[in-house]
């Protein structure tokens, strides 16, 4: 099992909310998610990097390497986010590739639980989302790439704690989606 999860912005971009920054704030998701994806027996490469291209690029490759060691094992590509702007979901969302049935079944299990209320969205041509993780589809059938805004900023409740118990939730639903 195997996870690249990359950074969703860099310093200056991304969103912002009354002194909340998402490139300040992402680590309180990012180091719990991977601490407990690995608890789990995941394997997990951070990605970093400044374009969607580059960041998906890398991600592709280190599942191809992974996967040619592992053939079939199943490979996740995560591009972790935060959110704001008082959009009509108001907590963590997982998106999905619309080509990607694995993409659906992974984001809908994301949505089953957990500590906050959710739901799944479809990245469709068009949408902010689908860049984050178009190129994914692509990689063998065993993988798929979600985008998960793990807490939106400008909504409450919110804070370190929170963030961690999200992550610690979807660790455990990505894990067992992965087969661990």
Sequence with gaps: MFVA????????RGAEWNGRQEYRDLPG?????????????????????????????TGIALIGRYLAMNPGAGCLFVAAHLNSGGVDYQRSVPWYD???A???????????????????????PGS???????????TPASCCGVLIEALSL?????????????????????????GG
């Design 29 to 57: 998701y990012l180091m719990p998610l991977e601490a407990a994806l690995r608890a789990r027996g995941v394997e997990v490469a951070r990605i970093g990097g400044t374009t969607l291209a580059g960041q998906q690029g």
């Design 102 to 124: 694995r993409g659906r079944k992974l984001a809908d299990a994301l949505t089953s639980g957990g500590p906050v209320r959710t739901y799944s969205r479809v990245a469709e």
């Design 154 to 178: 400008d909504r409450e409740p919110y804070g370190a704690c929170l963030l961690s118990q999200v992550a610690e939730f979807h660790a455990e639903v990505i894990a067992g989606f992965l």
């Design 5 to 12: 999860l990359a950074r969703g912005h860099y310093p200056g």
């Design 128 to 138: 902010r989302a689908l860049p984050c993780i178009e190129r994914v589809y692509a």
């Design 98 to 100: 619309y080509r990607s």
